[in-house]
Nanobody, 115 residues
Framework: QVQLVESGGGLVQAGGSLRLSCAASGIIFRINVMAWYRQAPGKQRELVAH???????YYADSVKGRFTISRDNAKNTVYLQMNSLKPEDTAVYYC?????????WGQGTQVTVSS
């Protein structure tokens, strides 16, 4: 019933941009936070950015100034605008929705940044 549909990943040249989106449906409990994580080969999954129900945002130091997280509450959709992409941004990106009754994860979408 709960579904998180991610889109926007792909292959991009260094310096380019991508916009990821994650649309959540079937979630009836309060959404407290929407977030993007990423996992590069051989690395742990790390928090990239999140946005709370009050609109406050957090960014990992490695992406601050380049990435922007935003949301459309009416559509339960979170976006990640990624600019000035670097090869080290290459990873599988995962959407997470945190609710009052638990967390839900997207399936992941591959982002590859070529040199």
């Amino acid at each position: 019933q709960v579904q998180l549909v991610e889109s926007g990943g792909g292959l991009v040249q260094a310096g380019g941009s991508l916009r990821l989106s994650c649309a959540a449906s079937g979630i009836i409990f309060r959404i407290n936070v929407m977030a993007w994580y990423r996992q590069a080969p051989g690395k742990q999954r790390e928090l990239v950015a999140h946005i709370t129900n009050s609109g406050s945002t957090y960014y990992a130091d490695s992406v601050k100034g380049r990435f922007t997280i935003s949301r459309d509450n009416a559509k339960n959709t979170v976006y990640l605008q990624m600019n000035s992409l670097k090869p080290e941004d290459t990873a599988v990106y995962y959407c997470k929705v945190g609710t009052s009754r638990g967390d839900y994860w997207g399936q992941g979408t591959q982002v590859t940044v070529s040199s």
